[in-house]
């Protein structure tokens, strides 16, 4: 018996009509978890995460979505949009919670671990940490980027804060005193940012490389150049893989402790914007310029979801491809 390598067989979601810039997934709840995804359609879409079917799509942003968020238990979805907002969202019945104002394109959103704060930074260079219970407050506001922010994550038990902007620097920031604790700069501009609580540890990408550094002192783990420009990249809750995205449309997956590169995969039709494992680590979900999210399963083969395992001369009998429609204009 020769021994064959199984076929990954990527799940499709399509729904969207212009480019998928962010994905999050929620932790895992008593109705599984989660999927939300940001795109420049301006219609932020809810599914079920380890299967990737449609549940609804958040109606109300006036522009492109930039950045898009849930709370741990998926009761709360946020959202940062080109139309100068964010907005809050009840992401069990669809309805939009709260529209927060503010001067500029809004990139990032990232709920507190109790879901009572939202964080948001975008092109006006500050971020904004607004008290969800009091929305009619003004937001506390921190100022020192001297360009755009691309992402903003509350990190050490939500006293201080992460962020990333297109002046080549990350920050780490001190909630209470609103003062840079530590900052990092870089040759190019940081394209992507994952904060790992278990272990501290943050993933960036920026040009071909993926770094990861400890993510209190900012201290360079180790890094993996990429043979493409990389957008985006999330480590496995286990820690035993990465994977990565970006320019040449192809979703990488290394070894993270050796740093080997152990499998690449093409499936999307355009550059990868973005990637996440899922917090069970059994899938990564991926979006990109095609428009599409794909969902790939972590380990090859397995029954998991929507995929059987199924040997390999069964493979070609198989339809290779799942794929989701959701129906164009539904309130969820």
Same mark, same amino acid.
């Given at each position: 018996?020769?021994?064959?390598?199984?076929?990954?067989?990527?799940?499709?979601?399509?729904?969207?009509?212009?480019?998928?810039?962010?994905?999050?997934?929620?932790?895992?709840?008593?109705?599984?978890?989660?999927?939300?995804?940001?795109?420049?359609?301006?219609?932020?879409?809810?599914?079920?995460?380890?299967?990737?079917?449609?549940?609804?799509?958040?109606?109300?942003?006036?522009?492109?979505?930039?950045?898009?968020?849930?709370?741990?238990?998926a009761t709360k979805a946020a959202t940062a949009a080109?139309?100068?907002?964010?907005?809050?969202?009840?992401?069990?019945?669809?309805?939009?919670?709260?529209?927060?104002?503010?001067?500029?394109?809004?990139?990032?959103?990232?709920?507190?671990?109790?879901?009572?704060?939202?964080?948001? /930074?975008?092109?006006?260079?500050?971020?904004?940490?607004?008290?969800? /219970?009091?929305?009619?407050?003004?937001?506390?506001?921190?100022?020192?980027?001297?360009?755009?922010?691309?992402?903003?994550?509350?990190?050490?038990?939500?006293?201080?804060?992460?962020?990333?902007?297109?002046?080549?620097?990350?920050?780490?920031?001190?909630?209470?005193?609103?003062?840079?604790?530590?900052?990092?700069?870089?040759?190019?501009?940081?394209?992507?940012?994952?904060?790992?609580?278990?272990?501290?540890?943050?993933?960036i990408t920026y040009g071909r490389t993926v770094a990861?550094?400890?993510?209190?002192?900012?201290?360079?783990?180790?890094?993996?150049?990429?043979?493409?420009?990389?957008?985006?990249?999330?480590?496995?809750?286990?820690?035993?893989?990465?994977?990565? @995205? /970006?320019?040449?449309?192809?979703?990488?997956?290394?070894?993270?402790?050796?740093?080997?590169?152990?499998?690449?995969?093409?499936?999307?039709?355009?550059?990868?914007?973005?990637?996440?494992?899922?917090?069970?680590?059994?899938?990564?979900?991926? @979006?990109?310029?095609?428009?599409?999210?794909?969902?790939?399963?972590?380990?090859?083969?397995?029954?998991? @979801?929507?995929?059987?395992?199924?040997?390999?001369?069964?493979?070609?009998?198989?339809?290779?491809?799942?794929?989701?429609?959701?129906?164009?204009?539904?309130?969820?």
């Amino acid at each position: 018996m020769v021994s064959m390598a199984m076929r990954q067989t990527p799940l499709t979601c399509s729904g969207h009509t212009r480019p998928v810039v962010d994905l999050a997934f929620s932790g895992i709840t008593p109705y599984g978890y989660f999927l939300i995804s940001a795109c420049k359609d301006g219609k932020p879409m809810l599914r079920q995460g380890d299967t990737g079917d449609w549940i609804g799509t958040f109606l109300g942003h006036k522009g492109a979505v930039w950045g898009a968020t849930l709370n741990k238990e998926a009761t709360k979805a946020a959202t940062a949009a080109a139309d100068f907002t964010a907005k809050v969202w009840d992401a069990v019945t669809g309805d939009e919670v709260l529209t927060l104002a503010h001067k500029h394109i809004v990139k990032s959103v990232n709920f507190t671990e109790d879901s009572n704060y939202l964080l948001t /930074g975008g092109n006006d260079k500050v971020l904004r940490i607004y008290d969800l /219970g009091k929305p009619e407050a003004e937001p506390q506001e921190i100022a020192g980027h001297t360009s755009a922010i691309k992402k903003a994550l509350w990190c050490n038990n939500d006293q201080q804060i992460l962020s990333a902007a297109d002046d080549k620097t990350i920050r780490l920031w001190d909630k209470n005193t609103k003062e840079a604790v530590k900052t990092l700069s870089f040759d190019a501009s940081v394209s992507s940012m994952e904060y790992i609580p278990d272990g501290e540890i943050l993933v960036i990408t920026y040009g071909r490389t993926v770094a990861f550094h400890n993510a209190q002192s900012l201290d360079l783990i180790k890094s993996v150049d990429a043979p493409a420009s990389i957008h985006s990249a999330s480590l496995h809750p286990e820690k035993d893989f990465f994977v990565a @995205g /970006g320019d040449d449309f192809k979703l990488y997956k290394y070894d993270y402790t050796t740093k080997e590169e152990l499998e690449s995969y093409k499936g999307h039709f355009g550059p990868v914007h973005c990637v996440r494992f899922s917090p069970d680590g059994e899938l990564y979900a991926s @979006g990109s310029e095609d428009g599409t999210l794909r969902l790939w399963q972590t380990a090859v083969g397995k029954t998991y @979801g929507l995929w059987k395992c199924v040997l390999p001369e069964e493979l070609s009998l198989e339809n290779s491809e799942a794929l989701y429609c959701p129906p164009a204009e539904i309130k969820a």
